[in-house]
Each structure stands twice: as structure tokens, then as C-alpha cells.
Antibody
Framework: QVQLRESGPGLVKPSETLSLTCSVS????????WTWIRQPPGKGLEWIGD???????TYNPSLKSRVTISVDMSKKQFSLKMNSVTAADTAVYFC????????????WGQGTLVTVSS | DIQMTQSPSSLSASVGDRVTITCQAS??????LSWYQQKPGKAPNLLIY?????NLETGAPSRFSGSGSGTYFTFTISSLQPEDVATYYC?????????FGQGTKVEI
């Protein structure tokens, strides 16, 4: 059973860096793309980007200048860093994995709310 | 970016009703579309992948189905149940960045 769990600070000050980690248990860590998605309170879903298990990354152009996604296969973890945050980055952040047979996201963490406020 | 436009934004129906949601892509995405159900405070749950009714995710009830290709897609609940109250999203994964529809809130 594949399980994902986000961890990291729930409160970040404006202009600082948001850092989250997703820990993966069960299933294979290799072969797949590992993804970050966010959802501002009461709003829709926004794809942030993903990292292949070998380390190559793809980012949403709207966030690319501020985002870094990295992977640590030895720990079965992948991470998100977003710098220069503002109140607009307040959201529930989800980590996710595609299914074994499509690019639909079959596995999700429970989500973690990150609030940007001084 | 590919814009995904869902319709309607919200709907209210009765138990047992047939409910249909549409999703229109701003350009051709072949069949590379998924449908998700999201209940309040929870992560989205994958229901259908690669657009088609035959691609029902494991564990998803058979009353959920999908169809379409190119730019026009539909999602149907054949007989609405109380536990189907949720927000439903379409998502394309043909072209980066992946993009989601704005969501359709289904109420009873």
C-alpha cells in the first residue's frame, strides 16, 4: 500500500522560504514521477511540478523562478522549496504520485496547510 | 497553458438522479484526462483516467463514468448517492504544465 505524508512548518513569514518534505512508504520509489500540487483555501488545484526518481524536474512556468523540487532515493523522500513567499502562497500543499498505468494521480498525501503571515 | 473549463460550477440534484459534468480543453489533449472527487478536508481521489469509462480506477464505484477525446469530455454519475456530495475536478496530463478544471460542486 503506497502512502505519502507531507511534513514541514505550517507558518512561514513573507519573503522567506517554504520547505516541505514528502515521505513515501510502500511500493516502489523508482520508475515514477513525484509531484507537488497546492490548493489555496476554498479554491482549485494548482500543479507545482514534479521530480523523476533519478532527479530530473519539471516546473509550472508560473512558479518556476521560485521553486526547487529534489529527491532523496535513499530516504524515499522528495522535497519542495519555494522562496520569496507571499500571502498568495497560502495553501494546502499535497504530494502525489501517478498511478502505475496512467499519469492520473492515484496516490496523495493528506495535505498540509502552509500559511504565509508575519 | 491549457485551460480546462468545467461546467457547471455547481449543481444540486436528487438521490438517484443522473448527473453530468463537462470539461472543455483549450486545445486538443487526446484522451489524457482524469477525473477526481474531493471531499472537504481531504485529498482528491482519482476516479477515471485516460478519459474513458473503461478506465475506472480500482475501487471507484461503477456508477461513475467518463467519455470524450480531443477538447470535449464528460463525467457522469448514473445514479447520485448521498456519499457523492463532493467537488469534482478534471485534469489534463497531455501537455505541461498539468492543469485542472476549476471544479464542480455537487450537492443534494
Amino acid at each position: 500500500q503506497v502512502q505519502l505524508r507531507e511534513s514541514g512548518p505550517g507558518l512561514v513569514k513573507p519573503s522567506e522560504t517554504l520547505s516541505l518534505t514528502c515521505s513515501v512508504s510502500g511500493g516502489s520509489f523508482s520508475t515514477y514521477y513525484w509531484t507537488w500540487i497546492r490548493q489555496p483555501p476554498g479554491k482549485g488545484l494548482e500543479w507545482i511540478g514534479d521530480v523523476y526518481y533519478r532527479g530530473s524536474t519539471t516546473y509550472n512556468p508560473s512558479l518556476k523562478s521560485r521553486v526547487t523540487i529534489s529527491v532523496d532515493m535513499s530516504k524515499k523522500q522528495f522535497s519542495l522549496k519555494m522562496n520569496s513567499v507571499t500571502a498568495a502562497d497560502t495553501a494546502v500543499y499535497f504530494c502525489a504520485r501517478q498511478s502505475a498505468y496512467s499519469y492520473g494521480y492515484a496516490y496523495w498525501g493528506q495535505g498540509t496547510l502552509v500559511t504565509v503571515s508575519s | 497553458d491549457i485551460q480546462m473549463t468545467q461546467s457547471p460550477s455547481s449543481l444540486s440534484a436528487s438521490v438517484g438522479d443522473r448527473v453530468t459534468i463537462t470539461c472543455q480543453a483549450s486545445q486538443d489533449i487526446n484522451v489524457y484526462l482524469s477525473w477526481y472527487q474531493q471531499k472537504p478536508g481531504k485529498a482528491p481521489n482519482l476516479l477515471i483516467y485516460d478519459a474513458d469509462a473503461s478506465n475506472l480506477e480500482t475501487g471507484a464505484p461503477s456508477r461513475f463514468s467518463g467519455s470524450g477525446s480531443g477538447t470535449y469530455f464528460t463525467f457522469t454519475i448514473s445514479s447520485l448517492q448521498p456519499e457523492d456530495v463532493a467537488t469534482y475536478y478534471c485534469q489534463q496530463y497531455d501537455i505541461l504544465p498539468r492543469t485542472f478544471g476549476q471544479g464542480t460542486k455537487v450537492e443534494i
